[in-house]
Nanobody, 124 residues
Framework: QVQLAESGGGSVQAGGSLRLSCAAS????????MGWFRQAPGKEREWVAL????????YYAGSVKGRFTISRDNAKNTVYLQMNSLKPEDTAMYYC?????????????????WGQGTQVTVSS
């Protein structure tokens, strides 16, 4: 059973930065797609950034493009989310997700594996 474990969340002021990590128990190259989603209280889970761990293609939601960067270290079986210029509206629980099958989709239900989440709080 694949396990994903997020870390790196915390509380920062607007304009600050955080780097989230997602460590997988298996080889991330075996996944077709890995990504980061977030969910704020009272809102639906939304996608933030996705990538193909093998080829490296990346995709970003419009609200974070230019501020967040998804990357991976295949040797460490870890995916990262570098978050810069954070805004209060970025406050949410951030989840790592993985799917072994194509396509790389923004639909949360398509992902088989999820971490437990890490909280990000941005104050103004």
């Amino acid at each position: 059973q694949v396990q994903l474990a997020e870390s790196g969340g915390g509380s920062v002021q607007a304009g600050g930065s955080l780097r989230l990590s997602c460590a997988a128990s298996g080889h991330i190259g075996s996944f077709n797609c890995m990504g980061w989603f977030r969910q704020a209280p009272g809102k639906e889970r939304e996608w933030v950034a996705l990538m193909h761990p093998g080829g490296g293609s990346t995709y970003y939601a419009g609200s974070v493009k230019g501020r967040f960067t998804i990357s991976r270290d295949n040797a460490k079986n870890t995916v990262y989310l570098q978050m810069n210029s954070l805004k209060p509206e970025d406050t949410a629980m951030y989840y790592c997700a993985a799917s072994p099958r194509p396509p790389c989709t923004v639909v949360p239900a398509a992902y088989n594996y999820w971490g437990q989440g890490t909280q990000v709080t941005v104050s103004s």
